[in-house]
C-alpha cells in the first residue's frame, strides 16, 4: 500500500473508532485495524519492550510495599538501641530509597518504549484497557486474571484484597493496581517469604506470553485479550 493512501485510510479509520461509542466494539475494531496494518518489527520491539516494564514494575511496585512496611517496622524498634535492628533499618531504607529509584527507571524506560508506537491501534487498545477507566481500579479484575492469581496461590484466593489496593505509597503509583507478584508481601508473610527478591530488569525476549500467539497457544490469547484488547472474559 503507498504510503500516502494508508495514511489517509488510517485518518479514515480512526474517525470512525473515535464514534464508537461501544467500548467492546471499539476494541474489536482496533484489533481488527491491527491485523490489517500490523507493526514492523522496531514497533513490535517497543510493545515487548513496554509490556515488560509493565511485568517489573509490578514487582518493583510490590517490593517497595514491602519495603515502607519493614521500614516502619525496624524504625517502631529502635528503642532501646540494638545495633542489629540500627544495621537492619539503615540496611532497609537503603534499599527502599534504590528501590524507588529502579522504578523511576522503569517507568520513563516504558514510557520512552511507547513513544514509537503511541499512535498504533494496538497501543490505543492496550491504553483503552488499562488506562481510559483508571480511576475506577478494576480493569484487572478480569475472570480469567483473577482465576491466575487465584491458582499461583495469589491474594484474589483470600480476603485480604491486596490486589484491589495500591501496592505502595509513592504518589506515581496511587492508581495502579496489579496481581499478585513474587514480591507480594502479602503473599510472602503467608508463605515465610521475606528475603531479598531482586526486581528483574525488563527482558522483552523473556515475556511468559507471546504477543503474536497462533491459534493453538490459549494461555497467550487469553493473555493478550485481558492486557491488550480487554475483550471477552479474560
Ligand atoms: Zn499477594
Ligand atoms: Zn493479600
Ligand atoms: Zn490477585
Given at each position: 500500500?503507498?504510503?500516502?493512501?494508508?495514511?489517509?485510510?488510517?485518518?479514515?479509520?480512526?474517525?470512525?473508532?473515535?464514534?464508537?461509542?461501544?467500548?467492546t466494539?471499539?476494541?474489536?475494531?482496533?484489533?481488527?485495524?491491527?491485523?490489517?496494518?500490523?507493526?514492523?518489527?522496531?514497533?513490535?520491539?517497543?510493545?515487548?519492550?513496554?509490556?515488560?516494564?509493565?511485568?517489573s514494575?509490578?514487582?518493583?511496585?510490590?517490593?517497595?510495599?514491602?519495603?515502607?512496611?519493614?521500614?516502619?517496622?525496624?524504625?517502631?524498634?529502635?528503642?532501646?538501641?540494638?545495633?542489629?535492628i540500627?544495621?537492619?533499618?539503615?540496611?532497609?531504607?537503603?534499599e527502599?530509597?534504590?528501590?524507588?529509584?529502579?522504578?523511576?527507571?522503569?517507568?520513563?524506560?516504558?514510557?520512552?518504549?511507547?513513544?514509537?508506537?503511541?499512535?498504533?491501534?494496538?497501543?490505543?487498545?492496550?491504553?483503552?484497557?488499562?488506562?481510559?477507566?483508571?480511576?475506577?481500579?478494576?480493569?484487572?479484575?478480569?475472570?480469567?486474571?483473577?482465576?491466575?492469581?487465584?491458582?499461583?496461590?495469589?491474594?484474589?484466593?483470600?480476603?485480604?484484597e491486596?490486589?484491589t489496593?495500591?501496592?505502595?505509597?509513592?504518589?506515581?503509583?496511587?492508581?495502579?493496581?496489579?496481581?499478585?507478584?513474587?514480591?507480594?508481601?502479602?503473599?510472602?508473610?503467608?508463605?515465610?517469604?521475606?528475603?531479598?527478591?531482586?526486581?528483574?530488569?525488563?527482558?522483552?525476549?523473556?515475556?511468559?506470553f507471546?504477543?503474536?500467539?497462533?491459534?493453538?497457544?490459549?494461555?497467550?490469547?487469553?493473555?493478550?485479550?485481558?492486557?491488550?484488547?480487554?475483550?471477552?472474559?479474560?
Amino acid at each position: 500500500m503507498r504510503l500516502r493512501k494508508k495514511q489517509h485510510i488510517v485518518k479514515i479509520l480512526r474517525f470512525v473508532e473515535d464514534r464508537i461509542s461501544d467500548k467492546t466494539k471499539a476494541q474489536r475494531f482496533r484489533r481488527w485495524q491491527h491485523e490489517l496494518f500490523g507493526l514492523t518489527p522496531d514497533e513490535w520491539a517497543s510493545l515487548a519492550l513496554s509490556i515488560s516494564c509493565h511485568e517489573s514494575l509490578d514487582i518493583a511496585v510490590q517490593r517497595q510495599g514491602w519495603l515502607e512496611k519493614e521500614c516502619a517496622r525496624l524504625k517502631g524498634l529502635q528503642e532501646p538501641y540494638d545495633p542489629e535492628i540500627a544495621s537492619a533499618y539503615h540496611m532497609t531504607r537503603y534499599e527502599k530509597t534504590n528501590n524507588e529509584t529502579i522504578c523511576e527507571q522503569l517507568l520513563s524506560l516504558k514510557s520512552h518504549a511507547e513513544k514509537p508506537i503511541a499512535s498504533k491501534a494496538i497501543f490505543r487498545a492496550l491504553w483503552h484497557t488499562q488506562c481510559a477507566d483508571a480511576q475506577t481500579f478494576t480493569w484487572h479484575l478480569t475472570p480469567w486474571l483473577v482465576e491466575r492469581c487465584v491458582l499461583s496461590g495469589g491474594c484474589c484466593g483470600r480476603s485480604c484484597e491486596c490486589c484491589t489496593r495500591a501496592r505502595c505509597d509513592l504518589p506515581a503509583w496511587a492508581n495502579a493496581r496489579g496481581h499478585c507478584t513474587p514480591a507480594c508481601p502479602c503473599c510472602g508473610e503467608r508463605n515465610g517469604l521475606q528475603g531479598p527478591i531482586s526486581v528483574i530488569a525488563p527482558d522483552p525476549n523473556q515475556l511468559p506470553f507471546s504477543l503474536r500467539p497462533d491459534r493453538s497457544d490459549r494461555f497467550s490469547w487469553n493473555m493478550m485479550d485481558a492486557l491488550v484488547w480487554g475483550i471477552g472474559d479474560c
